[in-house]
Each structure stands twice: as structure tokens, then as C-alpha cells.
């Protein structure tokens, strides 16, 4: 029998879910999975997406309102897909995890390491599985650069990265407002994007040890045709210095306050050579060689978000089995962008243990604060 998914929201990402959804139907070996609800407290944004966007699942996915819905009933899914913005995570995580319900739940775990350190608690307590999905270090491409890196065999053990990001927003907002509200979000597109890029680092090079940072606001107020101008309070303008614990130093930097030409580079050097893309250079040659591919890579989805549904299953199987999206693994990848961000409040190098740890919170507590401050707003910027 399929599995029955139901996703909670659907913006932007969920796009990429189904396609992965579809993609494990592929998979040798894999169950079938059918999504069967979609969640959203407006209705009519949820019915245009099923019209849309899963018009060729048979049969439709029912719409529901109100994720509670799909807790117990004749809609309960097999897995819940948490696509909702970040400072709901907690909240509707809890709900499916106490229901048991697995629960494949969208990156960053928590609005705040405080709500991700609950996430990691509650799926110990409840015992039910749960992954966090980052497609930056899932998909047969991304795991193939990872393992390639981790041998250190053609460029030798990793020393020295650069990884920078820049868009130009126009003065417009990152797909929705809310992303550059930290009540919302966090920290705007620094941890929207940043997430993604400490995860990869972990799973490459281990363990950070220390941030140094820097940020700055350039735009407090944004504005586009169809929100109009709303004041914001994240950073526009990150930069870092990442200590590694294997030695490994990264120069990171992250802006959505660019104006003109974009920018994307990410390089790692070796003892012997770089990577940069999918080829790598040894000392002496001038000519990139591409990644050798693992003949093992076979059995791993090329999508990012069908390995993720895999995982899960992997572990609604086998408790035990080891995947890659755990959510330790990605409250640690959320606590390298904390610790760059308490690094910038405070003017302090900072260790990345001892915010993982909550002992350093003094930028969060600006994020909670925020976060009521909105509550007391009820701002809809969700419509």
C-alpha cells in the first residue's frame, strides 16, 4: 500500500517536495507515495496550488485548514511535510510527533536554537521519526562531492574555503516579507541561505569550532508592488570567519542587500589542489579533472527531496538505520549561523559548542523578542 503524505503549506518549496515525491516513485525499491491533504489556513491559495501544481495526483489531495485536521480521522497521513515558515516549526512538529506521526520537517529546524533544541528532545521523547530536510547535502551529486572531499585523496586534506553569496533584491523582498522579519524568520536570508551552506560544512569537514563575524542592515525598509513598504530588522550583510576543528578556516559571506551583478563562489583548496564546482585541480595543472562517480552512487536518488522522503522511510523501517538529515545534525548547522550572528552583537569570537549549548544567547534573545512583539502586531503577511 502507498504511503499517504500530506504536506502542511504550500509556498514556494513545496514545489520542490512534490517533484521529489514523484522522483522516489522512481526509485527501485522505494514505496509509492501519495500525497493525500494539503494544509493551509487559506483555502483558496491551497486549491489553486492543488489545480496547479498536483492536478496529476490520483486521486487529489484533499485541502484542509487547520493541521490538527490530520491528526487523528480519516485524513491522518502516514507523513507530515512541515513546509510552513520557520517560527511554526515547534509548534506544528510537536503536534505530528505526539500524534506519532513521522515527520519530514523543512530546514532551519527552529526559528531559534531554543525551539530547535526542542524539536531534538521531542523526537527522542516521542521516539517517532524525524528528518530535516537539506537538499544541500542530499541527492546523489551533493553526497558524491561530500565523500569525494572527505577522502582528501587528489587535492589532499581540506584547508581554506571561500564560500560567498549575493542577490540583488532591488529593494524588494526574498520571495515573501516575512523572511526579513526576525519574529519570522530568524535572521533574514542569512540563515534562510546560510543554513544550507554550514550544513554542507559540517558534512564535509566536521565539527566548527569558532565564528568571528560581522553584519549590517543597508535596507530597513523594503518594498514591492504587491506588499507594498514594510519595515524590517534583519541583516543584509554577513561576513565570517569559520574555525574548523579539523584546522579548516572558511571566509563566508552572505548579502541580500547587493545591488547590480550577483555574485556565487564556493572553492575549497587542499594540501595538493582545489575544488571548485564539480572538477578539481592538482598543483602544477592547469586543466580541471571532474569528480570521479562511486559506481555505489547508482542506488541514491539524483533528487535532494526524493533522498529525503528515502530517509525517513529508512528510518520508519529501521529506527536504527543511520541517514544523513538528523535533527541534531541540523540544530548544530543552525548554531554556526547563531554563533556568527552572537559573534556580530557582541564584537566577540565565539564558540560554536557553547551557543549549541544556549551558554551565548544574546542575539537570540533579540529574535524572541521580536517574535512577541509580532505576536502582539498580528501581522498577516501569509495571504
Not at 537539506?134 to 587528489?154: C, F, H
Not at 536570508?189 to 563575524?213: K, N, P
Not at 569528480?291 to 552512487?297: F, K, M
Request: net charge negative.
Amino acid at each position: 500500500m502507498p504511503l499517504r503524505v500530506a504536506f502542511i503549506g504550500c509556498g514556494q518549496i513545496a514545489k520542490d517536495h512534490l517533484k521529489g515525491l514523484r522522483a522516489l516513485r522512481e526509485q527501485p525499491g522505494a514505496p509509492e507515495l501519495l500525497l493525500s491533504a494539503v494544509c493551509d489556513p487559506f483555502p483558496e491559495r491551497a486549491e489553486a496550488w492543488v489545480k496547479e501544481t498536483a492536478s496529476l495526483e490520483n486521486p487529489s489531495p484533499v485541502v484542509v485548514t487547520d493541521y490538527r485536521e490530520l491528526l487523528k480521522g480519516p485524513q491522518r497521513p502516514d507523513i507530515a511535510s512541515i513546509l510552513v515558515p520557520h517560527h511554526l516549526h515547534l509548534e506544528i512538529t510537536e503536534a505530528f510527533l505526539h500524534a506519532g506521526i513521522p515527520v519530514q520537517l523543512q530546514k532551519p529546524i527552529g526559528l531559534g536554537l531554543r525551539d530547535g533544541r526542542r524539536i531534538v528532545e521531542l523526537a527522542t521523547e516521542t521516539g517517532v521519526p524525524l528528518v530535516v530536510s537539506e537538499p544541500s547535502v542530499l541527492g546523489r551529486a551533493n553526497r558524491n562531492t561530500i565523500q569525494w572531499l572527505r577522502a582528501g585523496k587528489e587535492i589532499g586534506r581540506p584547508v581554506f574555503m571561500i564560500d560567498q553569496a549575493v542577490i540583488d533584491l532591488e529593494g524588494g523582498f526574498f520571495m515573501t516579507p516575512w523572511r526579513h522579519l526576525k519574529g519570522y524568520a530568524g535572521a533574514g536570508w542569512f540563515i534562510d541561505h546560510g543554513v544550507h551552506r554550514t550544513h554542507w560544512m559540517l558534512e564535509a569537514f566536521g565539527s566548527c569550532r569558532t565564528a568571528y563575524a560581522r553584519t549590517r542592515q543597508l535596507e530597513p525598509l523594503r518594498r514591492n508592488e504587491r506588499w507594498g513598504e514594510i519595515p524590517v530588522d534583519t541583516e543584509d550583510v554577513a561576513g565570517a570567519m569559520l574555525e574548523f576543528e579539523s584546522g579548516l578556516i572558511c571566509q563566508w559571506s552572505v548579502m541580500s542587500g547587493g545591488r547590480g551583478q550577483g555574485h556565487w563562489h564556493v572553492q575549497v583548496w587542499g594540501e595538493r589542489g582545489s575544488l571548485h564546482g564539480p572538477n578539481y585541480t592538482v598543483s602544477g595543472s592547469k586543466t580541471p579533472t571532474p569528480l570521479p562517480v562511486p559506481a555505489e552512487d547508482s542506488n541514491l536518488p539524483l533528487d535532494p527531496f526524493a533522498h529525503s522522503f528515502l530517509e525517513l522511510i529508512q528510518l520508519i523501517r529501521d529506527p536504527k538505520a543511520a541517514v544523513i538529515s538528523t535533527p541534531a545534525r541540523a540544530l548544530e548547522a543552525e548554531a554556526i549561523v547563531y554563533a556568527s550572528l552572537e559573534s556580530a552583537h557582541t564584537g566577540q569570537p565565539i564558540s560554536v559548542a557553547e551557543v549549541l549549548s544556549g551558554q551565548h544567547h544574546a542575539y537570540e534573545d533579540t529574535v524572541w523578542a521580536a517574535r512577541d512583539a509580532l505576536r502582539a502586531k498580528n501581522l498577516d503577511l501569509f495571504t
